[in-house]
């Protein structure tokens, strides 16, 4: 994979000369790229000079300088082109609900717009088929908006960095695409360059005796029960052998629903669960792209979406991409 550098306007300035980068996509939203100490060029490694690789969101915009005088390096760091999203708020001047309704990519472009975000972002002009209608939280940043309305409709974030007109400014194109769910179409087992790692954690809690205010017999209690399929109810599966309990208190709730509702949330991180980890070095997954994984001898099969991708390039351009799913620790 090969980078580009601008300068702070966006000019094209030439090949980046590394010696190692790293993109975090979805969680962090940042990158590190490392360069020898005499290949630093003050017209394209200083702070809001882009980085990007043509047509992925492999990039961003230089914000730290951090050189390593040991190792005869500098470090260029920065948000990635996510990571500059998350960093403004959807709706700064008001303390008043908005909605993300219409179009999915007229919509991007509109909140764009209206931040000032199109020196260097611009949503897709073809008609995604995509419609939002999503009340954002108070307080909400604008990536955070835009996944989660997008989500609400089955639908991701896509990101390309796209070469510019005859000035050679380019732009990171937004556009709203739809999930992928790839554990329908390929399911991924330990061939070729595909390793797995599923965990079927079946030493969970089934049963949960929640107890909230009161003295005794007038004491508030709800009892709760983990059923094979995932679901809580108030009526018990599991018996004898297989029944697992643990006591929960809570006194801070009011009533008693108050009290089964922060203990059903409490019940989801102690009950059976499957987790599934992969690292593929034959494919290119998007976040939001669900992928299924089936190790052979135990049978154990599962699928999640993608949450975060940790891109790694060497100096001379070989890519590696560890993957994190929904549920990954």
Known sequence: MDFTVTDTLGREKGPLEH???EFVIGTDNDFEIKIQEKLFKDDRNRKNCRVFAEGTEYGGLIRALNPVTEDKIIKLKGPTWRGILNQRAINPGSNTYITLKGEANAVI?????KLGLTE???????????VLNYRVPLQSMLLDAFNAALEDQNARLEIKY???DANDKGYVELSAKPIVDHSEQIEISEDGNVKLNILDY???VNHLICYGKGEEAARQRVDLYAWPDGSIQKKQYYTGIDLIEQYYENTTPDTVQELEEEAREKFLDLMNYKQ?????????????DIV???ERITGIYMA???????VTVTGKGRVTIDYKLKGET
Request: net charge negative.
């Open 19 to 21: 010696c190692g980068a």
């Open 109 to 113: 472009q509109e909140n764009l717009a």
């Open 120 to 130: 260097i972002f611009s949503a897709s002009n073809e008609n995604s088929g995509i």
């Open 162 to 164: 796209k070469l510019g």
């Open 202 to 204: 079946q030493n969970g």
């Open 276 to 288: 599934l980890k992969i690292s593929v070095s034959d494919m290119d997954l998007e976040l939001g």
């Open 292 to 294: 299924g994984g089936r």
């Open 304 to 310: 999640e979406p993608v949450v975060r991708k940790i």
